[in-house]
């Protein structure tokens, strides 16, 4: 295993292969710049390009005084969702109650579908209008609209307009999957950011601004795993934090939106140059209608647009017409407002329940979820709570820097009989040493 090459270029090659050979292994840390240039008797500048763009091509990882290191190899990662054939009780899934998604054949048989060609805009008018109804309480007077293929895939592209591989990436500890797997295949570095009731650790985020993060994800309500949603206070001391740095990206993951009970609190700087609010209507109209609206600065929407333009990837007409007929329906919209009460009434079922037993919750929650705080060492409890027939998700797959301990309970679908049922089995299973 022998690196060569005179020039950056040659050099790079040189790792890239013996990486792909299998020469160096994952996770392995690459000669220091002064070494690898004194062997071969380069300028340690050349070195130090070649490292930049093992970096930026997500075959390295650098750690700055700790060296560059070979990229591990990723695998799925752990997704939402709930196991086909499983004969367990599921309060793991994630998902929303179907009886509250809009029946969206019945919303379409209104509309007369148009065939649209390549060069027309890529967001209908109507779709807009919906959408700047929606977002223009939350944002400064002037922003822009985009439409991405869900909130998972905004949060992709908005990172990737602005962030290279290896950037380091602020987000909640512990953190939604969807947003832990989207940096791991980017190759940027999550750094996690303490939460507590008020959501998002002031002290934590300047700690995380120090270290040079490029950008913040923050959920302002109905946080998943822990359900936590931002308090005024809250909100307005992350701004103030976030104005000392302009040109990092902030982006505010409103996944949950018209269904949230909370208060949206914004945490975006009035002077801030890069940011996003995103709202998916995916718990509202099903998550297979993936459809999610981004209100940016003009720069940012620039950006989006750059891959989303008619002819390469922009949201499917269909699709929107279906998001524009249900939003504009009066059926939906009831709806919704049921939907919103039905999930608030379940998340109170299980928190009583679990008061009964003395087992205690992050509250004030909103959301699908509810998280139960465990103690050191009682992440057994998930694999306990299964052999009693009750599937739930357990802290590791939310876990960014410090290890989550914890369980999240869906409660989309609990009823009062079940949630009486769960809690004494946890009880149970946490009674025992």
């Known amino acids: 295993m022998k690196i060569v090459g005179k020039t950056a270029a040659e050099i790079f090659d040189s790792i890239r292969?013996?990486?792909?050979?299998?020469?160096?292994?994952?996770?392995?840390?690459?000669?220091?710049?002064?070494?690898?240039?004194?062997?071969?008797?380069v300028n340690r500048n050349t070195v130090s390009m070649a490292y930049k763009r093992l970096a930026a091509s997500g075959i390295a990882i650098s750690k700055g005084r700790l060296g560059t290191v070979i990229r591990e190899q990723l695998d799925p990662g752990e997704q939402e969702g709930f196991l086909p054939g499983s004969p367990l009780a599921d309060l793991g899934s994630g998902n929303p109650n179907p009886a509250w998604l809009p029946d969206i054949t019945a919303a379409l048989a209104h509309r007369t579908y148009r065939?649209?060609?390549?060069?027309?805009?890529?967001?209908?008018?109507?779709?807009?209008?919906?959408?700047?109804?929606?977002?223009k309480e939350d944002c400064?007077?002037?922003?822009e609209v985009s439409l991405t293929s869900g909130a998972v895939d905004a949060i992709?592209?908005?990172?990737?307009?602005?962030?290279?591989?290896?950037?380091?990436v602020a987000v909640e500890d512990p953190c939604f999957i969807g947003s832990v797997n989207t940096l791991r295949i980017a190759g940027l570095q999550a750094v996690g950011v303490p939460m507590d009731?008020?959501?998002?650790?002031?002290?934590?985020?300047?700690?995380?601004?120090?270290?040079?993060?490029?950008?913040?994800i923050v959920?302002?309500?109905?946080?998943?795993?822990?359900?936590?949603?931002l308090s005024a206070a809250r909100a307005r001391k992350l701004r103030a934090v976030l104005a000392r740095y302009p040109h990092v990206l902030v982006i505010s993951d409103d996944h949950f939106s018209q269904l949230a009970v909370a208060d949206y609190f914004n945490v975006i700087?009035?002077?801030?140059?890069?940011?996003?609010v995103v709202r998916s209507v995916s718990k509202m109209l099903g998550p297979d209608l993936r459809c999610a609206f981004v209100a940016s600065d003009e720069q940012t929407a620039q950006r989006l647009r750059l891959r989303l333009a008619p002819g390469t990837n922009w949201v499917s007409h269909l699709l929107q017409d279906a998001v524009v007929a249900c939003l504009s329906s009066p059926d939906v919209a009831n709806k919704l407002a049921q939907a919103r009460k039905d999930y608030a009434r379940r998340r109170k079922l299980l928190e009583a329940a679990l008061g009964l037993h003395e087992i205690a919750v992050a509250s004030p929650a909103d959301g699908l979820n509810v998280w139960v705080p465990l103690p050191e060492g009682k992440q057994s409890a998930v694999l306990a709570l299964a052999r009693?027939?009750?599937?739930?998700?357990?802290?590791?797959?939310?876990?960014?820097q410090a290890p989550a301990h914890g369980l999240r309970i869906t409660v989309s679908t609990i009823d009062e009989a079940s949630a009486h049922a769960f809690a004494s089995a946890l009880s149970h299973v946490l009674s025992q040493k």
């Open 219 to 229: 959920t302002p309500r109905a946080h998943n795993p822990t359900g936590c949603n």
């Open 115 to 135: 065939s649209r060609l390549y060069g027309e805009a890529t967001i209908d008018p109507e779709m807009e209008a919906i959408a700047r109804k929606l977002l």
């Open 140 to 143: 400064p007077e002037q922003f």
């Open 197 to 216: 009731a008020q959501g998002l650790s002031v002290e934590g985020l300047q700690q995380a601004l120090a270290q040079g993060v490029r950008a913040v």
């Open 17 to 41: 292969a013996l990486t792909l050979a299998g020469s160096f292994k994952p996770g392995q840390e690459l000669p220091t710049t002064r070494d690898l240039a004194a062997t071969l008797d």
């Open 269 to 276: 700087p009035p002077l801030a140059k890069r940011w996003a």
């Open 156 to 168: 992709e592209r908005l990172l990737t307009a602005y962030l290279v591989a290896g950037d380091k």
């Open 388 to 400: 009693r027939g009750w599937l739930v998700r357990g802290g590791e797959p939310f876990s960014v």
